[in-house]
């Protein structure tokens, strides 16, 4: 992975901020495991401060909704993904955005189908694409 020197990312950054600085990289094509671990250093690297695995309840019931791979501070949402219909992905989304607690989504994917046939609105939240690689 390399990117071109940029300044950390300003305090409150968006999911299209985070997007932007994902284009300035190259990604090998990489199993999920290891997305996780490249996204978190392209975080880290850029002092966007988040959460790993963080659990969401739906704001009505409490109920839990799933677990997305990353929660910014500043309520960016960002689920990884490399396989999945789009149907299960926005099922998934759409749990998400229940949550109350999301300010945006962003779907890092190497599926290119998914940004294709994903609404960019879940319930009242925007969801952005980063399609990584040549993905299908």
Same mark, same amino acid.
């Given at each position: 992975? *390399?990117?071109?020197?940029?300044?950390?990312?300003p305090p409150r950054v968006s999911a299209d901020d985070i997007?932007? !600085?994902?284009?300035?990289?190259?990604?090998?094509?990489?199993?999920? +495991?290891?997305? +996780?671990? *490249?996204?978190?250093?392209?975080?880290?690297?850029?002092?966007?401060?988040?959460? @790993? =695995? +963080?659990?969401?309840?739906?704001? @009505?019931?409490?109920?839990?909704?799933?677990?997305?791979?990353?929660?910014? =501070?500043?309520?960016?949402?960002? =689920?990884?993904?490399?396989?999945? *219909?789009?149907?299960?992905?926005?099922?998934?989304?759409?749990?998400? !955005?229940?949550?109350g607690v999301l300010r945006e989504l962003l779907l890092v *994917?190497?599926?290119?189908? +998914?940004?294709?046939?994903?609404?960019?609105?879940?319930?009242?939240?925007?969801?952005?694409? !980063?399609?990584?690689?040549?993905?299908f």
């Open positions: 992975m *390399t990117a071109v020197d940029l300044p950390v990312l997007r932007s !600085a994902l284009a300035l990289y190259r990604f090998a094509i990489l199993d999920e +495991h290891r997305l +996780h671990r *490249t996204l978190e250093g392209i975080l880290d690297d850029r002092g966007v401060r988040y959460q @790993r =695995e +963080h659990s969401l309840r739906d704001a @009505r019931n409490g109920k839990a909704v799933g677990r997305i791979d990353f929660l910014t =501070e500043d309520g960016i949402g960002i =689920e990884v993904k490399v396989k999945g *219909t789009p149907v299960d992905v926005a099922r998934q989304l759409r749990r998400y !955005a229940s949550s *994917t190497t599926v290119r189908r +998914h940004a294709q046939d994903i609404p960019t609105m879940v319930g009242n939240v925007p969801v952005t694409f !980063a399609v990584l690689g040549g993905g």
